[in-house]
């Protein structure tokens, strides 16, 4: 007997106007388990998380889909009843937390908030239980760091503050975008394994957004690599980071650097750009950047099974 995954995704597309910019997107989450959504900029990572949360911005909208939660689909809540599901349930951890902190509001009040509107829990209460988030992420000296602003923060420690206050009501499903970006290399991989360590602690789906293969490498279970607006290829992490089938997948590995490569050699690049999503090529969207493509190609290929448990856009998959 199979359990229901934590988060279902179903065909969805996200438009701005006449434009969909998430097109017939489909993956899923289990709980416990962490799952790296991959693409350059402009691939639509965001946008997909936004969708999940039910935060696209105006005038984006939901075109079609279904968006299940633990067997219960999202777009069917009236946006009262959405707006609780926020912070409690499920709950983001935004990419620039400078810009997402409020600055005249200190680490401890904002920390405490979700508590107190969510769980009825009184200023006391939220903010002792702050203190105690802020030393489960690694804030130092968390009692007194309470009455911090965010300016008095460094960009790590304000980006630990955005991940205790989207963990403070223990939601089941936590979706972080970019969440490591700009900050130091040894702080990166500390808030990445705590990152994997929380979702393993307390069973919660975690759904991480990035550009970087080093962080599908130090986190990930399963990997969703997404182009143009449409996911290219799925695949539990070992297995594609071992052996990737789409080119758009294996440029994006050949463009890594090496850690602890001492070769002095200039990284090779994907040629051109992602595609605007009212300019998208004929069949193929990632044909005329590929050194593969055919003219079999001006066909758009299937989002096909290449393997058990993997799924592959391409007309030919290469090992």
């Known amino acids: 007997m199979t359990t ?29 388990r962490v799952l790296c959504l991959v693409g350059e900029s402009g691939s639509g990572k965001s946008m997909t998380a936004l969708s999940v949360i039910r935060l696209v911005p105006a005038p984006g909208h939901i075109a079609s889909g279904r968006l299940l939660f633990d067997g219960e689909d999202l777009l069917s809540l009236p946006e009262r009843e959405m707006r609780s599901r926020r912070g409690r349930d499920l709950s983001m951890i935004f990419q620039e937390p400078m810009t997402s902190l409020n600055p005249v509001l200190t680490i401890g009040r904002q920390i405490a ?18 203190a105690e988030l802020m030393e489960l992420v690694g804030i130092p000296d968390p009692g007194r760091r309470l009455g911090d602003y965010p300016h008095q ?39 990445l394994r705590l990152l994997g360590l929380l979702a393993r602690e ?48 294996q440029a994006l590995m050949t463009c890594a650097p090496l850690v602890g490569s001492h070769e002095r050699r ?54």
């Open 4 to 32: 229901r995954p934590l988060l279902d995704v179903q065909d969805l597309t996200v438009s701005f106007g006449d434009t969909p910019v998430v097109r017939r997107v489909s993956f899923q989450l289990e709980k416990g």
């Open 202 to 249: 307390r069973n919660m789906g975690t759904l991480l957004i990035t550009h970087d293969l080093g962080v599908v490498a130090e986190t990930a279970d399963d990997v969703a690599v997404m182009y143009a607006g449409e996911l290219v290829e799925t695949a539990p992490a070992a297995e594609l980071l071992a052996r990737p089938l789409h080119p758009y997948t």
């Open 153 to 191: 923060f460094s960009g790590g420690m304000r980006q630990r503050a955005m991940i205790a206050m989207a963990l403070a009501c223990s939601p089941r499903l936590l979706l972080a975008d970019e969440p490591t970006t700009a900050l130091d290399i040894t702080i990166q991989g500390q808030i």
């Open 113 to 130: 908030e979700p508590l107190e509107i969510h769980q009825g829990l009184s200023r006391r209460e939220a903010l002792e239980r702050a």
């Open 266 to 319: 200039r990284l090779p690049s994907i040629p051109g750009n992602v595609p605007l999503p009212s300019a998208l090529p004929e069949g193929c969207s990632f044909r005329p950047r590929c050194s593969r493509a055919a003219r079999q190609c001006l066909q758009p290929p299937a989002f096909a099974e290449a393997a058990p448990g993997r799924r592959v856009r391409c007309w030919f998959p290469e090992d």
